[in-house]
């Protein structure tokens, strides 16, 4: 079994930095796939950036050259850097790891951006 504890969030004014990071524990497969979504009150979950296990990433456009993801696979460990924020980036962020054909979620950890 799989588990995910993100921790990070809070309150932020735009323009500012947040870092987001989730832990993993459990049976971690070295070919595991680690992404971070987020999702805004009345809109859909969104998948924010994605990291495979050779270490490619890739990220929404809304977020391309803001935001950094990155991994510490000895730590099991996955990180958002997210700079210059905007408060259309407030939502609950969440981390997902894909591995074996099962998909596991964190519970998720709130971001706010307001001045």
């Known amino acids: 079994q799989v588990q995910l504890v993100e921790s990070g969030g809070g309150l932020v004014q735009p323009g500012g930095s947040l870092r987001l990071s989730c832990a993993a524990s459990?049976?971690?497969?070295?070919?595991?796939?680690m992404a971070w979504h987020r999702q805004a009150p009345g809109k859909q979950r969104e998948l924010v950036a994605i990291?495979?296990?050779?270490?490619?990433?890739s990220y929404a456009d809304s977020v391309k050259g803001r935001f950094t993801i990155s991994r510490d696979s000895a730590k099991n460990t996955v990180t958002l850097q997210m700079n210059s924020l905007k408060p259309e980036d407030t939502a609950v962020y969440y981390c997902?790891?894909?591995?074996?054909?099962?998909?596991?979620w964190g519970k998720g950890t709130l971001v706010t951006v307001s001045p």
């Open positions: 997902r790891l894909s591995q074996a054909y099962m998909d596991y």
């Open positions: 990291i495979r296990d050779g270490g490619s990433t």
């Open positions: 459990g049976s971690i497969f070295s070919s595991a796939i």
